[in-house]
Nanobody
Framework: QIELVESGGGSVQPGESLRLSCAVS????????MGWYRQAPGPAPEKPRQ???????????DYADDVKGRFTISRDNDRSTVSLQMNNLKPDDTAVYYC?????????????WGQGTHVTVSS
């Protein structure tokens, strides 16, 4: 059974930090591209999930423009975990953060999501 379990969310004040973790089981993490997405709160219709940070299977990182310089994604294939260090948090970072694993091969695309962890940034 494949599972992605996020942890580390919480409520913080602007300027503070949080570290999110995603524990992955049931798949070979090293071959997957891993990402963190977020979905901001708001009235219907739901806002789409937006990519925050990505780390490829080879270790290449990419970030959304509004988190560059503040967030850092990392992976530990041996421990099957992916982390997102978030510094200098802002109210606009308030969202549910989701871990994503994806892998594309000749047989198709394989994609999995965690259940999400809440991050609230407020004074």
């Amino acid at each position: 059974q494949i599972e992605l379990v996020e942890s580390g969310g919480g409520s913080v004040q602007p300027g503070e930090s949080l570290r999110l973790s995603c524990a992955v089981s049931g798949l070979t993490l090293s071959i997957y591209n891993m990402g963190w997405y977020r979905q901001a709160p708001g009235p219907a219709p739901e806002k789409p999930r937006q990519l925050v940070a990505l780390i490829t299977s080879s270790g290449t990182e990419d970030y959304a423009d509004d988190v560059k310089g503040r967030f850092t994604i990392s992976r530990d294939n041996d421990r099957s975990t992916v982390s997102l260090q978030m510094n200098n948090l802002k109210p606009d970072d308030t969202a549910v953060y989701y871990c994503n694993a994806n892998f594309t091969s000749y047989s198709g695309k394989y994609e999995y999501w965690g259940q999400g962890t809440h991050v609230t940034v407020s004074s």
